[in-house]
């Protein structure tokens, strides 16, 4: 019955990692590819969807028919989301976004010191932390336009629970309709070609696992669980 759902409908994605400069030659950054985000592109576009790609650093091919959207920090990244939000249908946040950013830019490049005496001083890096961008797009949800929002969550599991506790109260505490809980660590980690994913609701208990599964697999499944979504009226 969701064949077809996603015809005609604007979708936004956010993929890649963000970088977050220091000085002009330096950023702090992480090891996300891109990769799953151009799969979710690639096959929205596929199946009619009109597609903006918010692409963070992603040195990938650009799928035919996908409007791309190059950003670097993860202020651009909040800014490009917003603006492609303003008419869209659905917003998946699979970019990995920084949660801090140093709290100065250096305009020239952070030196070595050779003074005698501080031949081992080594400059502080003071952080802050950046907008929750996801947290941001529920929040605005009710003014206008509301638009299922898909959130993504990289777990490894530990002490304080396993992946799919983790991912619940994550589903919980970011109030999205839909969270892809990739599951990381061992031989699953960033960059990797295979996934495995749970995709949860918050409506639900019933979890549906995907994978180990390219991320073109993954991400069909992701746009299957969203078509329902869009079928069945909408999240709210
Ligand atoms: O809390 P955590 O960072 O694991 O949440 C991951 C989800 O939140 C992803 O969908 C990611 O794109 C989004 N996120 C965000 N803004 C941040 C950090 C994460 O939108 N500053």
Same mark, same amino acid.
């Given at each position: ?14 993929? =890649? ?11 702090? =950054? ?47 990244? &909040?800014?490009?989301?917003? +603006? ?6 659905? $917003?998946?946040?699979? @970019?990995?976004? @920084? ?15 050779? @003074?005698?005496? &501080? ?35 990289? #777990?490894? =599991? ?24 990739? &599951?990381?660590?061992?031989?699953? +980690? ?16 019933? $979890?549906?696992?995907? =994978?180990?599964?390219?991320? +073109? ?8 669980? $969203?078509? #329902?979504?869009? @079928? ?5």
């Amino acid at each position: 019955p969701t064949a077809g759902a996603l015809a005609g409908c604007h979708v936004v994605v956010s993929a =890649g990692g963000t970088r977050e400069p220091l000085d002009p030659v330096r950023f702090l =950054g992480n090891r996300s590819s891109g990769k799953q985000g151009f799969a979710l592109a690639q096959v929205a576009a596929s199946r009619g969807a009109r597609v903006t790609l918010v692409a963070a650093n992603a040195e990938l091919p650009v799928p035919d028919g996908v409007d791309v959207v190059p950003v670097e920090t993860a202020l651009e990244l &909040q800014e490009a989301v917003r +603006t492609a939000t303003a008419d869209a249908d659905v $917003v998946v946040m699979a @970019a990995a976004v @920084a949660d801090f950013r140093p709290r100065e830019y250096q305009d020239a490049k952070i030196k070595k010191t050779h @003074a005698p005496g &501080q031949e081992d001083s080594a400059p502080t890096i003071e952080l802050v932390r950046n907008p929750d961008i996801l947290a941001g797009l529920v929040a605005d949800r009710g003014q206008g336009r509301s638009p299922v929002i898909v959130g993504f969550a990289a #777990e490894t =599991g530990d002490a304080s629970g396993d992946v799919l506790s983790l991912a619940r109260a994550k589903l919980v505490r970011k109030r999205c309709d839909l969270l892809v809980a990739n &599951q990381v660590g061992r031989d699953l +980690t960033f960059g990797k070609d295979d996934s495995l994913v749970h995709l949860l609701r918050p409506e639900s208990e019933e $979890v549906r696992t995907v =994978g180990p599964a390219s991320k +073109t697999v993954v991400a069909e499944a992701v746009w299957d669980e $969203v078509g #329902e979504l869009l @079928a069945t009226g909408g999240p709210v």
